[in-house]
């Protein structure tokens, strides 16, 4: 059991399913006093009931201070988890973009903002976004899930070396495929790209886990993503071309 999360609050959004339901069952399990949020109130309570948890349905970005009075006046650990698959490509609509945006990675910078007051008041607090692997590298045929989530880990790692001197530590999960709706939303990109080694939303709370209790930022679920995302630093332009060989492969499906 990790004495590092036992006994803390924790808020974990999107969790009605996927991994934000496997987070919040794996930090019960760990011993922590949980709040379950979703969009869905009848998934946020399904999960809350199942696992002895607190369910806080709602918009994200606006459960905050409900949450944190859930919890007795204290958030230790907030999961931001929610977020949108957003495929679509350059033409997507202004509307598809704009929501891309706000869930993936508006949502987290509300919720820094009502929480970090407190945290720097008391010198301790973490911060976790579920960001993807698509964040580190891209994802064929979602341009605006693509740049979202690469705006989500900029802010992840920005909120990292502004404040982990001052006690707040941040972690950045960046899984590959993993067998949620979201997977099955993604369609043919999904099946080509993420199918063959997609895991189970368990192992990504596995890894996040494993990643606190070694106080490390970046969570791999996928440890071949970190090699991935060496050779796209490495050799940007040789990482593109393989990149545009999966998009041509992709377009031949007739898709």
């Avoid at 891309?100 to 301790?124: F, I, K, Q, Y």
């Avoid at 045929?141 to 941040?170: D, M, N, Q």
Wanted: charged share 20%.
């Amino acid at each position: 059991m990790s004495t590092t999360v036992q006994g803390a609050g924790v808020v974990v959004t999107g969790a009605g399913g996927g991994i934000g339901a496997a987070l919040a069952r794996r930090f019960a399990a760990e011993g922590a006093r949980v709040v379950v949020n979703d969009i869905d109130p009848a998934r946020a309570g399904a999960v809350a009931r199942e696992i002895g948890a607190t369910a806080v349905p709602g918009d994200a970005s606006a459960i905050v201070a409900d949450a944190r009075d859930a919890l007795g006046g204290t958030v230790d650990v907030y999961c931001a988890n929610a977020g949108l698959a957003s495929p679509g490509d350059a033409f997507a609509g202004e509307d598809v973009w704009a929501a891309a945006w706000d869930v993936n990675v508006m949502a987290h910078v509300r919720a820094a903002r009502t929480l970090l007051p407190d945290w720097l008041e008391r010198g301790s607090g973490r911060f976790v976004s579920t960001v993807s692997a698509a964040g580190l590298l891209t994802m064929v045929g979602a341009a605006p899930y693509s740049v979202s989530k690469h705006g989500a880990y900029a802010f992840a790692e920005w909120l990292s070396l502004t404040y982990r001197h001052r006690g707040i530590k941040v972690h950045a999960i960046c899984p590959q495929g993993v067998r949620t709706d979201m997977l099955t939303a993604a369609g043919s990109a999904g099946e080509l790209v993420l199918a063959p080694t997609a895991i189970e939303p368990e192992d990504v709370a596995d890894a996040l886990i494993e990643g606190i209790e070694a106080d490390r930022f970046l969570i791999l679920p996928h440890p071949e993503v970190a090699g991935y995302y060496r050779a796209r630093a490495g050799d940007p332009d040789r990482w593109l071309e393989n990149m545009s060989h999966i998009q041509r492969k992709w377009e031949s499906t007739g898709t």
